[in-house]
C-alpha cells in the first residue's frame, strides 16, 4: 500500500491531538514547565559562562544562575512598584489639592469623554451636597476595595508561589539540562522518526525567533514610545513605556496604548504635543513593529515572519499570554511536517529501496590487495570519498560507535525498590489499617516503606552517576582524506570506504586494510590480549580462514598505534568492528540475584507463611471466644507489623551502600550495591593478565652479557633499579651504549614516548648510568635502517672520529646468522642461551655492534651492506612484569581460601612464567588444549588448573560456566573487550577504569580506578564483614520479632490484654531497632576474617541452631514483659500497665543489641567501644524513648502515660536479664570447650 501525504500526516495529527488533551488537563504546570524553560534559555549562556567560572559545578551553577534571576526579577518589580508609587502619590496630592477647593468640578478632559465626564460630575456633586453621605459612600467604597485590595494581595501570593516552582523548574533546567535535553532528543527521534531533526530545528529556530524578535522589538518598542511621553510632556512617562513595552509583545499591541494617548492629548488642547506623538508613534514605533520585528525574527529563526505573525495570533486566542511564545512553534513544527515530507521524499524513497548492507558477506579483506580493496569500496588513495557519498554511506551504515546499553530511568530505579516481598506484605497491611479505619498506622508503614525506596533509590542513582563520571567524554577525532583534502572529523562520523591517517600514539577509530605503512606496531592487548606490539604490513594473504592476531595487515577497533605511520582503508564501523562483534555477545548474559537477595527473599518468605499462619489461629480464636471483629483487625495487623522484619531492607540498603561508599574511598566504583556482597563468598577470581595482574608495562628483566648472567630489578619505567650482580671491574658501557643509541624513543618522565620495547631499553641503560642525550652528543647519528617485520632488526650508525660504529638490535636468530661467532667468550653456545632465556617466558633482543673506518662508509650507499661480520654483545630478556601489590593480594586471596586463575592471550610459557612470579601453582594450558576438552573432561580439571594461555572470548565464558556449574561464586577482572562477555558471565564483572574499554566497563559490575588488583581483596574483606553484619542485624531483628510475636500471642491466652497497638510496634521495629541496627552495618570487620574459608552461598543464613537462640532470646522477652504487664494491672489502669509493658520491651532491645554483636564469644571484648555510633543511637533510643512517654504530644499518638522512678527501675532490671542469661550461656559454653573466643 503506497504512502499517501494525508496518511503520512496521521501520526501527527494523533500527536497534536494528545498534546492538546494533555495541555488541556496538565494546564498550570505546562504554563509553569514553558515559562522555566523560556526564562533557562534566554539565560543560558551566562549560565554556561558561569559553570566555565565554577569548573564545571552544575548544581551550584545552577543555584546562584536562579539567585540571580530572582533578583533580577524582584530589583524590576520593585523599580516598577517605586516609579508607580511616585506617579500615584502625585496623583493623589493633585486629588487632594481638588478637595480643598471651595468648587469640586471634574478636569475639562474628562468632561469632554462622553459619558464619563457627565457620571463622574454627578458623583463629585453629590459628595459636595451631603457630606455625611459622602462620608458614608467613601466608607462603602473603602470597604469595597479593602476586599478588593485583599484579593489582590492573595493574587500576588500565588504569582509569587508560581514563580518560586517555575525558579526550583529553571534550577533543574540548569543542573540537569545536558541530560534532559539529551533524553528529549531520544525521545522525539523514536517517536518522530528519520524526519526529527526538520522538526527540531523548526521548533528551535521559532522559538529563537520569538524570544529574540518578540521580545528585542517589544523593548525597542517601549524605549521609542517612553521617549515620545517624555517630550510630549505625558504625565507616568516611565508607566506608560513599561506598558508599551508589555503590549508590543503581540505585534501592532503597542498603538494600543500610543495613539489613545496621543489623541487624548489633542483633546485636552495640547494639539502640537499629541500630533507629534501620533507621528512618532506611525513612523518610528511602528517601523520597528513592522520593519525590525520581521528582519530580527527572519535572521535568528530563517523562517517566514507570517508564520509567526499567524502563531503570535492564534496563540493568544487559543493558550491566552503563553500562546505568544507557544502557538508560533506549534505552527512552525506543523508546517515542517509538510515541509519534511515535500522536500524529503524522494530521498526516503531512495533510502527505503536500497538493501541495507550485508556485513556478514563482506570479502576476506585480509586476502585482498591494495588496488582491489580500494576498488571494492570505490575509493581512492589520493582523493578519498567525496563528502556526498560519505553523507550517503553514514545514512546507510549509521554512526561509527558501538551500541550501549541505555542507563536505568529513575523511574525504573524508584520502582525496583519495591520488589521485595517484604516490602509488599507491608504495603497490604498499611492499606489494610486504612481500610479499618486507623489511618495513622497505614500512614506510618508507608512513610517507613517511602523512606526505604528513597534511599535504596538515591544509593543506586549515586552509584550510575559516578559511573558516568568515570567515562572519558571527549570524542575521538579521525584524520581522514575528502574530496582530495586531508580533515579532522569526529571519528563517529566514518563511513566503509573513507582513508584514514594514522600516526604514532594514535588509537585506531574503526576497523580497516593497511593501505601503506612504515615501521607500523600496534597494541592490540584490548582485543587479543597479546602484551607485545604487533608488527604490521600491507601485503596480502592466501589463507582466508587466518586468525584475527595473525592478519597483520589489518587494524581493528580501539587499538593504539605505539610506532610507525600508516594509511588505512576503513573496512568495517561500529558495530559491524571486530570489537562491536564481541560487544554482541553481552546480550546473551542476564542479570542474577546475589547470595544475599537470595537468602533474604527465602526468609521474607518464611516469616509470611508464619505470620499467615499465627493471624489465622488468632482469628479462628478470637471468633470462637467472641471478641469484636475491629478489634480482631487490629490485632492481626500488630502481628503482621510483629512478623515482618520490615526493617531488614532498609538496613541491608543502608549496609551494602556503607560498603559502596568505604569501597570508593579505596578507588573502586561499585554499580549494583549488592557486588561488594557477592565479593564476600566469592571462592574463585579469575583475571586477565595483561595490564591487571602486570603493569602493562615492557620491562628488561635478565641480561646475558660476555658469558655472564645478570638480573635486572625494577619494574615498568621506574628507574629506581639496578644491574646485579656487578664490580667495579665490570664494563657494561658497550652493552648499554646500543640500547640507548639505537632507539627511536624518549623518556619523557616516568612514562616513555615511542615503542615500549624501546622504551623498557633505555631505562635498562639509565638503569647502567647511561644518559641517553649525552650519548647521542658524543656519538651522533648518521643514518639509520628502521625496523621491519622482513629483516627483523633495526640499525644505526653513529660517527665517532675517524670511525663509524653500528649498533644493531633485533631478533637473535637472525642477529647470530650476521655475526662471525655463535659462541661467547666462555665458548658457550648463544643460540642455546637464548632458548633457555625465552623458555623462562621472556621475549628476547639481540644486541650486536661492527666498526667501520670512517673512510669505507657512505651514507647513501646501500646500507644494508654493512650488516655483516657483527660482533654479538649482549641477549636482553624483556617481560611484561607482575604488579608488586599483586603478588601479595594474591597471597592473601589463598590465605583466604579464594583460588586465583590466571587467564590470558599470552603464550603458554610466558604465561607460565608469570605465574610463577605470582606465586601462582597449578596445571597450565593453552587454548588449543582447551578447546580439546568436553565439557565433562574441563569440569573434571577446572579446578586443577590455574592458567589458561592463548584463550578466545567465548573460551573465558565457558571457563566461567565451568566453575559456576562446580557450585563456585566466580569474580571476574579484566580491562579489554576481550574480556566482556565473562565479565557480563560471572557473578561479579570487576573493569579497570583507566585503562579498561568501554565495553568493559559496561559489562562489569564494579570499576576499579587505579586498575589494582589489591583494591579486590579490600573488597572481599568489606564482603565478609558485610555479611558479619548482616548476620548480627538478623539476629537483633528476628529476636526482635519473635519475641513481639510470643507477646502478642501470649497476651490473650493468658487472658491479658493486647500489649502493644500497631503504632508501639511499627515504633518498637523501625524507630527503635532502626539506629541500633544499622549502627550494626558499620561494626569494624572481625580480626581474622581473611584466615576464614569462604562462607557457602547455599548455608541458610537462618540455621536451626542460630533461630534456637534467637527464639531463647524471643521468649525472655515475651515473659518479662508480659510479666511486667500482669503486675501493672494488679496496682494500677491499663494504660500506665500498657506503658509500663511497652517500655520495658523496646529496653530489652537495647540490652538485646549487644547479644547480637557476638555469637560465641562475650560481648565484653576490646571492641565493646570501638563502634561509636552504637552508642550514640543507643543514646538517641532511650531518649526517644523518654519523650515517647513524657512528652504529652506523643502520648496522643502513643496512647502511654508518664511513669514513675520506680517504674523506669523496674524496667531495666527486667530488661537486662536479656543480656544476663545470654552471658552466662556463652559462658558455660567456654568452659565446656575449653577456650575463650574474643
Excluded at 557477592?678 to 628483566?701: F, Y
Aim: aromatic content about 8%; hydrophobic content about 50%.
Amino acid at each position: 500500500m503506497t504512502n499517501t501525504p494525508i496518511r503520512q500526516l496521521i501520526p501527527g495529527i494523533l500527536l497534536a491531538g494528545l498534546l492538546w488533551l494533555g495541555f488541556m488537563v496538565l494546564h498550570e504546570f505546562l504554563l509553569t514547565l514553558i515559562w522555566a524553560l523560556i526564562i533557562a534559555y534566554v539565560v543560558w549562556p551566562p549560565y554556561r559562562c558561569l559553570r566555565h567560572r565554577l569548573k564545571g559545578n552544575a548544581t551550584l551553577s545552577a543555584a546562584l544562575m536562579t539567585v540571580i534571576i530572582a533578583a533580577m526579577i524582584f530589583l524590576t518589580v520593585y523599580w516598577l512598584v517605586a516609579m508607580l508609587q511616585n506617579e500615584l502619590t502625585t496623583a493623589y496630592q493633585i486629588l487632594v489639592s481638588g478637595f480643598n477647593q471651595d468648587n469640586y468640578r471634574v478636569p475639562d478632559f474628562i468632561k469632554r469623554i462622553p459619558w464619563l465626564g457627565n457620571i463622574a460630575q454627578q458623583w463629585l456633586d453629590r459628595l459636595t451636597d451631603s457630606r455625611a453621605g459622602g462620608i458614608a459612600q467613601i466608607a462603602d467604597w473603602a470597604q469595597q476595595w479593602s476586599g478588593e485590595f485583599a484579593k489582590f494581595l492573595g493574587g500576588i501570593g500565588h504569582y509569587v508561589m508560581k514563580l518560586g516552582v517555575v525558579l526550583v523548574t529553571v534550577f533543574f533546567c540548569f543542573r540537569d539540562g545536558d541530560e534532559a535535553v539529551r533524553q528529549l532528543h531520544q525521545g522525539l527521534v523514536r517517536f518522530l522518526g528519520k524526519y526529527q531533526h526538520v522538526y527540531l530545528q523548526a521548533a528551535g529556530d521559532t522559538t529563537r525567533a520569538v524570544v529574540y524578535g518578540l521580545v528585542l522589538a517589544a523593548l525597542g518598542q517601549g524605549l521609542l514610545a517612553g521617549l515620545g511621553y517624555f517630550v510630549a510632556d505625558v504625565k507616568a512617562p516611565v508607566l506608560f513605556a513599561a506598558l508599551t513595552a508589555l503590549l508590543a509583545l503581540v505585534p501592532m499591541g503597542a498603538t494600543l496604548v500610543w495613539m489613545p494617548v496621543g489623541i487624548m492629548l489633542m483633546l485636552t488642547g495640547q494639539s502640537w504635543q499629541g500630533l507629534g506623538l501620533l507621528l512618532w508613534g506611525f513612523f518610528a514605533v511602528s517601523t520597528v513593529d513592522n520593519v525590525i520585528r520581521p528582519l530580527v525574527i527572519s535572521g535568528a529563526g530563517r523562517i517566514p515572519f507570517l508564520v509567526v505573525l499567524f502563531g503570535v495570533l492564534g496563540g493568544l486566542t487559543t493558550f491566552g499570554a503563553v500562546g505568544l511564545f507557544l502557538g508560533p512553534v506549534i505552527l512552525a513544527v506543523l508546517l515542517a511536517v509538510w515541509q519534511a515530507w515535500l522536500q524529503l521524499q524522494n530521498h526516503e524513497q531512495q533510502l527505503d529501496s536500497a538493501s541495507s548492507p550485508d556485513m556478514e558477506h563482506q570479502p576476506c579483506w585480509h586476502t585482498l590487495s591494495v588496488e582491489e580493496a580500494l576498488s571494492a569500496q570505490a575509493s581512492d588513495l589520493a582523493t578519498g570519498l567525496s563528502q556526498t557519498e560519505a553523507t550517503s554511506r553514514l545514512n546507510c551504515y549509521g554512526p561509527n560507535r558501538l551500541a550501549e546499553k541505555p542507563p536505568r530511568s529513575a523511574w525504573h530505579l524508584l520502582l525496583s525498590q519495591f520488589k521485595s516481598l517484604l516490602i509488599l506484605v507491608l504495603m497490604i497491611a498499611a492499606i489494610l489499617a486504612a481500610t479499618i479505619g486507623d489511618l495513622i498506622d497505614g500512614a506510618v508503614i508507608l512513610v517507613v516503606v517511602s523512606i526505604n525506596a528513597l534511599l535504596g533509590f538515591y544509593q543506586e542513582f549515586q552509584a550510575e552517576k559516578s559511573l558516568a563520571a568515570l567515562k572519558n567524554m571527549l570524542a575521538l577525532q579521525a584524520e581522514v582524506r575528502r574530496d582530495s583534502r586531508t580533515i579532522e572529523l569526529p571519528a563517529d562520523r566514518l563511513v566503509p570506504g573513507d582513508i584514514v591517517i594514522l600516526e604514532p600514539g594514535d588509537k585506531i577509530p574503526a576497523d580497516g586494510r593497511i593501505i601503506s605503512c612504515h615501521t607500523l606496531e600496534v597494541d592490540e592487548s584490548a582485543l587479543t590480549g597479546e602484551s607485545v606490539p604487533v608488527a604490521k604490513q600491507h601485503q596480502a594473504f592466501e589463507l582466508a580462514t587466518l586468525p584475527l592476531a595473525e592478519r597483520s595487515n589489518m587494524l581493528y577497533m580501539n587499538n593504539a598505534v605505539t610506532r610507525g605511520r600508516a594509511k588505512m582503508l576503513v573496512t568495517a564501523t561500529g558495530m559491524n568492528t571486530e570489537i562491536g562483534k564481541l560487544a554482541g555477545l553481552l546480550a546473551e548474559a542476564t542479570d542474577r540475584d546475589t547470595p544475599l537477595q537470595i537468602q533474604l527473599d527465602s526468609l521474607g518468605k518464611r516469616l509470611a507463611l508464619i505470620a499467615v499462619a499465627i493471624i489465622g489461629l488468632l482469628f479462628m480464636t478470637a471468633l470462637w471466644r467472641g471478641e469484636p471483629l475491629i478489634q480482631t483487625a487490629f490485632t492481626a495487623i500488630a502481628l503482621a507489623v510483629a512478623a515482618i522484619p520490615e526493617g531488614l531492607p532498609a538496613v541491608v540498603t543502608v549496609t551494602l551502600a556503607l560498603g559502596m561508599h568505604r569501597m570508593a574511598r579505596h578507588r573502586a566504583i561499585v554499580k549494583r550495591l549488592a557486588a561488594v556482597e557477592t565479593l564476600g563468598c566469592t571462592t574463585v577470581i579469575c583475571t586477565d593478565k595483561t595490564g591487571t595482574l602486570t603493569v602493562n608495562q615492557m620491562t628488561a628483566r635478565s641480561v646475558f652479557y660476555k658469558g655472564q648472567s645478570y638480573k635486572v630489578s625494577g619494574e615498568g619505567y621506574e628507574l629506581d633499579g639496578k644491574i646485579s650482580p656487578t664490580s667495579d671491574d665490570d664494563d657494561l658501557a658497550d652493552l648499554l651504549l646500543p640500547l640507548a643509541l639505537c632507539n627511536n624513543s624518549h623518556l619523557q618522565g616516568r612514562q616513555v614516548v615511542g615503542d615500549p620495547m624501546e622504551g623498557a631499553l633505555l631505562v635498562l641503560a639509565a638503569k647502567g648510568g647511561i644518559d641517553k642525550k649525552q650519548a647521542v652528543s658524543q656519538l651522533p647519528r648518521i643514518a639509520e635502517i628502521p625496523f621491519d617485520a622482513e629483516h627483523k632488526f633495526m640499525a644505526t650508525f653513529h660517527q665517532q672520529g675517524d670511525q663509524v660504529k653500528v649498533f644493531i638490535k633485533g631478533a637473535p636468530e637472525v642477529l647470530l646468522k650476521l655475526c662471525d661467532s655463535l659462541v661467547d667468550s666462555n665458548g658457550n653456545s648463544l643460540l642455546a642461551q637464548n632458548q633457555s632465556m625465552a623458555e623462562t617466558g621472556l621475549r628476547v633482543l639481540g644486541v650486536a655492534v661492527r666498526t667501520l673506518p670512517a673512510n669505507d662508509f657512505r651514507v647513501d650507499d646501500d646500507l644494508f651492506q654493512y650488516i655483516r661480520e657483527l660482533s654479538f654483545v649482549a641477549l636482553v630478556g624483556l617481560m611484561d612484569p607482575p604488579r608488586a601489590e599483586a603478588r601479595e593480594a594474591i597471597k592473601l586471596c589463598q590465605q583466604a581460601g579464594i583460588a586465583v586463575k590466571m587467564i590470558t592471550g599470552d603464550q603458554k610459557v610466558t604465561a607460565f612464567a608469570i605465574a610463577q612470579e605470582l606465586g601462582l601453582s597449578g596445571e597450565v594450558i593453552d587454548g588449543e588444549e582447551l578447546s580439546g576438552l568436553d565439557d565433562e573432561a574441563l569440569a573434571a580439571r577446572i579446578n586443577a588448573i590455574t592458567v589458561f594461555a592463548r584463550t578466545a572470548p567465548e573460551q573465558k565464558v565457558r571457563i566461567i560456566k565451568a566453575l559456576k556449574a562446580d557450585g563456585h561464586i566466580v569474580a571476574m577482572t579484566g580491562d579489554g573487550v576481550n574480556d566482556a562477555p565473562a565479565l557480563k558471565s560471572a557473578d561479579i564483572g570487576i573493569a579497570m577504569g583507566v585503562t579498561g574499554t568501554d565495553v568493559a566497563r559496561e559489562a562489569a559490575a564494579m570499576v576499579l580506578i587505579d586498575d589494582n588488583f589489591a583494591t579486590i581483596v579490600k573488597a572481599v574483606k568489606e564482603g565478609r564483614g558485610i555479611y558479619d553484619n548482616m548476620v548480627k542485624f538478623v539476629r537483633f531483628q528476628l529476636s526482635t520479632n519473635i519475641g513481639a510475636i510470643l507477646t502478642v500471642a501470649g497476651a490473650p491466652l493468658l487472658g491479658l490484654p493486647t500489649p502493644f497497638t500497631a503504632v508501639q510496634l511499627l515504633w518498637i521495629n523501625i524507630i527503635m531497632d532502626g539506629p541500633p541496627a544499622m549502627s550494626l552495618g558499620v561494626d569494624p570487620v572481625r580480626t581474622g576474617s581473611m584466615d576464614e574459608a569462604p562462607r557457602n552461598p547455599d548455608a541458610r543464613i537462618l540455621s536451626l541452631q542460630r533461630f534456637g537462640n534467637l527464639f531463647s532470646y524471643g521468649l525472655i522477652m515475651a515473659v518479662g514483659t508480659l510479666g511486667v504487664l500482669y503486675y501493672a494491672l494488679q496496682s494500677g489502669e491499663s494504660r500506665h500497665a500498657e506503658t509500663l509493658a511497652f517500655t520495658t520491651f523496646v529496653l530489652f532491645q537495647v540490652f538485646n543489641v549487644f547479644n547480637a554483636r557476638s555469637e560465641k564469644g562475650t560481648t565484653f571484648n576490646r571492641h565493646f567501644y570501638a563502634n561509636r555510633l552504637l552508642w550514640l543511637a543507643i543514646f538517641g533510643v532511650i531518649l526517644l524513648q523518654i519523650l515517647v512517654i513524657h512528652w504529652p504530644p506523643a502520648q496522643l499518638v502513643f496512647h502511654t502515660t508518664a511513669l514513675t522512678q520506680p517504674d523506669w527501675l523496674l524496667a531495666v532490671g527486667v530488661a537486662v536479664s536479656v543480656l544476663v542469661v545470654e552471658e552466662l550461656r556463652k559462658l558455660l559454653c567456654l568452659i565446656w570447650s575449653g577456650r575463650v573466643k574474643t
